[in-house]
């Protein structure tokens, strides 16, 4: 299975004198996947893999020391940069790939309701804001409504219930 890297989090500081960075995640999901295999880069086509050695600080203020960043001058070699997870294609992080954005959408029954033209981080799940150009639908990104994600193809499958498109 083909692996890719998604974006998890950003270093935005050095702290301390040890090599820690404070980190901003990206995505909800952030905790389920800093222990997967990570990379760093300003882009993740130029990204390197790098060992997470240390967690810690709150859930809002996360703080990592990385193996081989023993000091605050490489700590702060690192602030600006993405952090990476690896992930395959049939990861559910894929339902919220900014590559989806543009992407065509239909019910299982084939019916266009139009395009994703954006995402909303809600507390509880992200939303697809889907525009067919006459009104915009909100559709919850939760298994019960999305059918398929075909990132490739820019497409994504719905199953709606009675009322979701209206």
């Given amino acids: 299975m083909k692996t890719k890297l998604f974006a998890i989090a950003k270093i935005t500081k050095a702290s301390g004198l040890k090599g820690a960075v404070g980190v901003k995640p990206l995505i909800r999901q952030f905790d389920e996947y800093v222990d ?11 990204a390197s893999d790098i060992k997470l050695a240390n967690k810690y600080g709150s859930e809002k203020k996360p703080q990592f020391l990385f193996e081989g960043f023993d000091s605050r001058r490489e700590a702060e070699s690192m602030i600006g940069k993405t952090i990476f997870a690896s992930i395959t294609d049939k990861d559910p992080i894929n339902l919220i790939s900014p590559e989806l954005l543009g992407s065509s959408v239909v019910t299982i029954s084939g ?3 139009g395009k994703l033209v954006e995402m909303i981080s809600l507390p509880n799940h992200e939303v697809y804001v889907i525009s067919n150009n006459e009104k915009e639908v909100l559709i919850p990104v939760v298994s019960e409504f ?5 990132i490739s193809d820019k497409a994504i499958c719905i199953t709606p219930v009675e009322g979701l498109l209206n």
């Fill in 36 to 46: 997967k295999d990570l990379f760093i880069g300003f882009d993740e086509n130029f």
């Fill in 111 to 113: 019916d266009y309701i």
């Fill in 146 to 150: 999305i059918h398929s994600v075909n």
